[in-house]
């Protein structure tokens, strides 16, 4: 019997096969399904031109916090990766770049000291071939089992992304559902150019923790795409069907002109 899953928005049910055809977008209501990296990956890099790096790096109990270990192997095991990071490099369009796709199956995409320094690296290894970065950020923010280890990444990738931009180079980030917390706070919200997925989840604290504190009712659906968008937050809304055209026009506008070309021009 064919999979089936269940539309969260218009409740209907869809089989896994026609679901992944329509690149997760529910055909009935347009609902977004989030996606695991490899499934974003394939869906935006030229064929067979992903060549992923740092596959190997992978966390371990730092701080020797409660379960953490078991909880890391619960994470591999179902998902079939090391980390809630994957990097490395591609062409789109046939312009070539570097991708980090985080992936909320993984342990909600949360941030460990591995996540931030798979980003660093890649961030690193852009600035010293001078390509392009386009990161796609889907996160629950730090992760809480690695402690102020955790919180540190921000800084650490943060300062990577300095050195990029003042290299004079690209970084596009698309946030998908959900982009939280404290990497939403650093290099989620630090691209030239930002944009996100129809309907996306975006933002620091939850909604009710927000509520609770200023002691306001906030506006309904103050913390989506379409929301950020409308009050500067995001550049553009990115619908996955036109992604990877947008993302190859965006690469061919901000591409790197050689020095010989610039010399002839």
Not at 40 to 62: G, N
Not at 190 to 207: N, S, V
Request: aromatic content about 8%; glycine content about 10%; some cysteine.
């Amino acid at each position: 019997m064919a999979e089936t899953v269940k539309c969260k928005k218009c409740g209907a049910e869809l089989a896994m096969d026609v679901l992944r055809k329509h690149k997760k977008i529910c055909p009935c209501c347009g609902y977004y399904f989030r996606m695991t990296a490899r499934e974003r990956i394939d869906m935006i890099a030229d064929r067979k031109s992903f060549k992923e790096l740092d596959k190997d790096l992978s966390s371990y109990d730092v701080i020797r916090f409660p379960d953490y270990e078991k909880k890391l192997e619960k994470a591999m095991d179902e998902t079939g990766e090391k980390e809630a990071v994957i990097t490395g490099t591609a062409t789109i369009g046939g312009y070539p770049c570097t991708l980090f796709v985080m992936d909320s199956a993984f342990m909600m995409g949360s941030m460990g000291t591995v996540v931030g320094e798979k980003i660093t690296r890649i961030f690193e290894y852009a600035t010293e071939n001078r390509l392009p970065v386009i990161g796609f950020t889907c996160s629950g923010g730090a992760r809480m089992q690695e402690g102020v280890l955790s919180l540190m990444q921000m800084a650490k990738i943060s300062g990577a992304v300095r050195w990029h931009s003042n290299a004079g180079l690209l970084y596009i980030t698309v946030l998908t559902d959900p982009t939280t917390g404290g990497v939403t706070a650093s290099f989620a919200m630090e691209g030239d150019i930002i944009a996100a997925e129809p309907g996306a989840l975006i933002g620091f604290a939850g909604q009710r923790v927000i509520e609770q504190t200023i002691g306001q009712k906030l506006p309904e659906g103050f913390q989506k795409a379409e929301f950020q968008l409308e009050h500067g937050f995001c550049d553009m809304l990115m619908g996955r069907m036109e992604m990877p055209k947008t993302l190859a026009n965006l690469l061919a506008l901000h591409r790197q002109i050689p020095e010989k070309e610039r010399r002839n021009a």
